[in-house]
C-alpha cells in the first residue's frame, strides 16, 4: 500500500494543501470534535528510513517544550507505510513575509517581536533544548500581534557540535563546529532583531563573507538607534559567555532597555504596529489560504510550503525554506474548530498528551477611526458625516488628535490635527485650504498649491523644463529652499522634503512634487502639509505629516519599505523643529 492511500484514523480528509517527492499535506478534519488539522504524511520509500527518524527527532524535541509562543505538537504516527505528523497551526504570517512586504519594523514592533519568540526559546532553553535555526522564517505573526516560534527540524539538545543552521543568523560557535547552547539562540535573534530595524542582515555577501563576518568583523551596532545598541552588541558577542546566558535573560534585558528608550507604554504600541503589518497579509493566512477564511485556522498554502510544492512560493509560510528532505516540518498543524473542542491524542510513545482547547483565531482589522466633518466654504452647508477610516500602519493616531475631512466632493481631501480644534475649509481660483486651529497652533494642508516648480524644486527635471521652454516663468537665479532635508519616494518625478517653515516660524512643512498636475508653464506642488505645534504635541505633527506623504505616495504606488523610510525620517526630524 503506498503512501497516499494510507489515512491516520480519525480523521476525515477534507482537500489536499501540497505535494512534495517524500510526501503530502492534507486538511483534515477530527471526526469526534470537528476541529480543522493538517496532516503531514511522509512516504517511506524502500529501505530509506532516514526521512522517518529525522522526523521522529524533530517530534521528540518539540513534545519537550510546552509554551503559547512554541507550536505545539500534537502526535507523531508510524506505520509500515510511513510516518505523519500533526501539530498547531497559527493563523498569521511568518516574519520573513512581513519584512518583505513592509520592510524595516518600528523599533517597538521589532522589539515585540523579538520579547514573544524570545519567551518561546527560553521554554525550550528549559528543557534543554536549543533551536539552531531562530530566522524571521521560523517566527510566525498572528493578526493579534503575538509571534509564535516554530520549525524544531534541526534543534538539538545543549552540548551538540553538529554544524547546522542558517548562514545568516548562525553564531561564531556554529561556524567553528562548537557546541550549541541557549547563547547560540540569542545570537541568532539578536541577528533577527537587527534585520527587523534596519531592514538588512548584519553580514551579507556571499558564504565566505557572511562566515567571515560572524566570526571576526566588528558587530554594525552604529546601524541601528542609539538606545538599542547595547542590546545589539551584547546579544552578538563573538564569544557565547559575552552575550546573556538565554532567551530568559536576553528577555529580561530587552524589557529594561525597550522601557527606557520607548516608555512604559512601548509593548502596547508594538502590538497595535505589528497586527497592523499582519492584519494587511491577512490574504496569505492559512485558512484564506485555503478558502476557509473566517473558520478558526489551519493550512492552505503552508502545506505546500512544507512539501516544497510550486505553491511554496506563495502563502503563509512560502519563504520558509523548510525542506521535507529533512522532515522539518515545524509548521503542520491542528487549529480550531467548534468553540470549546478538545483532541486527545498519543504521542509515539503511547502517552497521552494534553488535551489542547481549540479556539477560534479571526484575523482582527485595524480599528477604523471615525473621520470629524471639516466644513467647506464661506457660508457652509450641513456636514455630511464622514465615513470612518483605517489609517495606514506607518500612522499612529495620539490620543488627543482626530482625523477631519473636507466634506466637498470636489475637495475630498482628509488631514490630522488636535482634537479640540475647529477645521475649516476654502477654495478659490484653483487654490484651497483645509485647517484645524487651537490656540496652541495648527495645522493646515493646501489642497491645490498652484505653484512653480523652481520655486521649491528649482533642481526637479519639471523646474529644468520650465526654463528649457519658457525662461520667464523659471528664472535661472532659483535657488533650493534653505534647510531642506529630502525624503525619498521611490518614485521616478516624484520628489518630497521637509523643511522648517517661516510662516509661522518654526513650523515644520512637508511639500511633495508630484508630476503630471500643470497649468500653462506653472507645474502644481502639491499637496502641502505645515504643522505649527509646540514641541510637546509633535506626535501630532508626525501624525499629520505621514499621512498625508502615505497616502500621496501610496496611492502614486511607492512601495510599502519607501512608505515605512519616510515615517522614520518624519518622526526623527519634526520634533526638535517645532516651536
Given at each position: 500500500?503506498?503512501?497516499?492511500?494510507?489515512?491516520?484514523?480519525?480523521?476525515?480528509?477534507?482537500?489536499?494543501?501540497?505535494?512534495?517527492?517524500?510526501?503530502?499535506?492534507?486538511?483534515?478534519?477530527?471526526?469526534?470534535?470537528?476541529?480543522?488539522?493538517?496532516?503531514?504524511?511522509?512516504?517511506?520509500?524502500?529501505?530509506?528510513?532516514?526521512?522517518?527518524?529525522?522526523?521522529?527527532?524533530?517530534?521528540?524535541?518539540?513534545?519537550?517544550v510546552s509554551d503559547p509562543h512554541v507550536v505545539r505538537l500534537y502526535r507523531f504516527v508510524t506505520s509500515e507505510h510511513g510516518a505523519a505528523i500533526v501539530m498547531e497551526a497559527v493563523d498569521g504570517v511568518s516574519l520573513r513575509k512581513v519584512l518583505d512586504?513592509?520592510?524595516?519594523?518600528?523599533?517597538?514592533?521589532?522589539?515585540?517581536?523579538?520579547?514573544?519568540?524570545?519567551?518561546?526559546?527560553?521554554?525550550?532553553?528549559?528543557?534543554?533544548?536549543?533551536?539552531?535555526?531562530?530566522?524571521?522564517a521560523n517566527v510566525i505573526v498572528r493578526a493579534d500581534g503575538l509571534s509564535k516560534l516554530v520549525n524544531f527540524g534541526v534543534a538539538a539538545l545543549a552540548?551538540?557540535?553538529?554544524?547546522?543552521?542558517?548562514?545568516?543568523?548562525?553564531?561564531?560557535?556554529?561556524?567553528?563546529?562548537?557546541?550549541?547552547s541557549p547563547a547560540t539562540d540569542v545570537y541568532a535573534a539578536t541577528c533577527v532583531f537587527f534585520e527587523c530595524v534596519t531592514g538588512h542582515r548584519p553580514y551579507r555577501g556571499d558564504r565566505t563573507a557572511v562566515m567571515r563576518g560572524h566570526l571576526h568583523?566588528?558587530?554594525?551596532?552604529?546601524?541601528?538607534?542609539?538606545?538599542?545598541?547595547?542590546?545589539?552588541?551584547?546579544?552578538?558577542?563573538?564569544?557565547?559567555?559575552?552575550?546573556?546566558?538565554?532567551?530568559?535573560?536576553?528577555a529580561e534585558e530587552l524589557e529594561a532597555a525597550a522601557t527606557a528608550a520607548y516608555g512604559p507604554d512601548w509593548e502596547q504600541r508594538g502590538v497595535r504596529m505589528l497586527a497592523a503589518g499582519a492584519a494587511a497579509l491577512a490574504a496569505l493566512?492559512?485558512?484564506?489560504?485555503?478558502?476557509?477564511?473566517?473558520?478558526?485556522?489551519?493550512?492552505?498554502?503552508?502545506?505546500?510550503?512544507?512539501?516544497?510544492?510550486?505553491?511554496?512560493?506563495?502563502g503563509l509560510l512560502g519563504a520558509a525554506g523548510v525542506k521535507v528532505a529533512a522532515a522539518a516540518l515545524g509548521t503542520a498543524l491542528v487549529v480550531a474548530g467548534g468553540a470549546g473542542a478538545a483532541i486527545a491524542l498519543r504521542q509515539s510513545g503511547g502517552a497521552a498528551a494534553s488535551p489542547p482547547t481549540a479556539t477560534a483565531t479571526t484575523v482582527q482589522p485595524v480599528v477604523p477611526v471615525a473621520v470629524r466633518a471639516c466644513p467647506f466654504g464661506i457660508n457652509p452647508g450641513p456636514a455630511a458625516s464622514p465615513q470612518p477610516v483605517r489609517l495606514p500602519r506607518q500612522v499612529r493616531l495620539p490620543e488627543d488628535a482626530a482625523v477631519y475631512e473636507v466634506s466637498d466632493p470636489y475637495q475630498g481631501v482628509r488631514l490630522i490635527g488636535p482634537a479640540g480644534g475647529e477645521c475649516t475649509a476654502d477654495g478659490g481660483s484653483g487654490v484651497g485650504s483645509a485647517s484645524v486651529n487651537t490656540d496652541a497652533g495648527d495645522v493646515y494642508v493646501e489642497l491645490y498649491s498652484r505653484s512653480y516648480a523652481c520655486e521649491y524644486f528649482p533642481d526637479s527635471a519639471q523646474a529644468a523644463e520650465a526654463r528649457r521652454t519658457n525662461p520667464g516663468w523659471c528664472p535661472d537665479s532659483s535657488e533650493p529652499v534653505?534647510?531642506?532635508?529630502?525624503?525619498?519616494?521611490?518614485?521616478?518625478?516624484?520628489?518630497?522634503?521637509?523643511?522648517?517653515?517661516?510662516?509661522?516660524?518654526?513650523?515644520?512643512?512637508?511639500?511633495?512634487?508630484?508630476?503630471?498636475?500643470?497649468?500653462?508653464?506653472?507645474?502644481?506642488?502639491?499637496?502641502?502639509?505645515?504643522?505649527?505645534?509646540?514641541?510637546?504635541?509633535?506626535?501630532?505633527?508626525?501624525?499629520?505629516?505621514?499621512?498625508?506623504?502615505?497616502?500621496?505616495?501610496?496611492?502614486?504606488?511607492?512601495?510599502?519599505?519607501?512608505?515605512?523610510?519616510?515615517?522614520?525620517?518624519?518622526?526623527?526630524?519634526?520634533?526638535?523643529?517645532?516651536?
Open positions: 500500500m503506498d503512501g497516499d492511500g494510507w489515512r491516520v484514523s480519525g480523521f476525515t480528509e477534507i482537500r489536499e494543501l501540497g505535494t512534495g517527492a517524500q510526501g503530502r499535506v492534507v486538511l483534515a478534519r477530527h471526526e469526534e470534535s470537528g476541529t480543522l488539522a493538517a496532516i503531514k504524511y511522509l512516504t517511506r520509500a524502500d529501505g530509506d528510513t532516514e526521512a522517518v527518524e529525522r522526523l521522529r527527532a524533530e517530534a521528540r524535541m518539540l513534545a519537550r512586504t513592509h520592510g524595516a519594523l518600528d523599533p517597538e514592533a521589532a522589539l515585540l517581536v523579538l520579547k514573544g519568540s524570545l519567551r518561546g526559546l527560553a521554554a525550550a532553553h528549559a528543557v534543554g533544548v536549543v533551536h539552531r535555526d531562530y530566522k524571521p552540548g551538540s557540535r553538529e554544524r547546522s543552521g542558517t548562514p545568516a543568523y548562525m553564531a561564531p560557535e556554529q561556524w567553528a563546529g562548537g557546541p550549541a568583523d566588528p558587530i554594525p551596532v552604529e546601524e541601528v538607534a542609539e538606545p538599542l545598541r547595547p542590546l545589539v552588541a551584547r546579544g552578538m558577542a563573538k564569544d557565547p559567555a559575552g552575550r546573556p546566558p538565554g532567551a530568559l535573560a536576553l493566512f492559512p485558512l484564506a489560504a485555503a478558502g476557509m477564511a473566517g473558520a478558526g485556522g489551519a493550512a492552505g498554502s503552508a502545506g505546500a510550503a512544507l512539501t516544497g510544492g510550486a505553491a511554496a512560493q506563495t534653505p534647510d531642506r532635508q529630502d525624503v525619498p519616494t521611490g518614485l521616478q518625478g516624484y520628489q518630497a522634503y521637509l523643511a522648517v517653515g517661516d510662516q509661522p516660524p518654526g513650523s515644520v512643512t512637508l511639500r511633495m512634487l508630484v508630476p503630471g498636475h500643470s497649468s500653462g508653464q506653472q507645474t502644481a506642488i502639491g499637496p502641502m502639509i505645515t504643522c505649527a505645534l509646540p514641541r510637546s504635541r509633535a506626535e501630532i505633527c508626525i501624525a499629520a505629516l505621514t499621512y498625508r506623504f502615505v497616502e500621496i505616495m501610496g496611492r502614486a504606488g511607492a512601495s510599502q519599505q519607501v512608505l515605512d523610510r519616510a515615517a522614520r525620517q518624519i518622526r526623527a526630524y519634526v520634533p526638535a523643529r517645532l516651536r
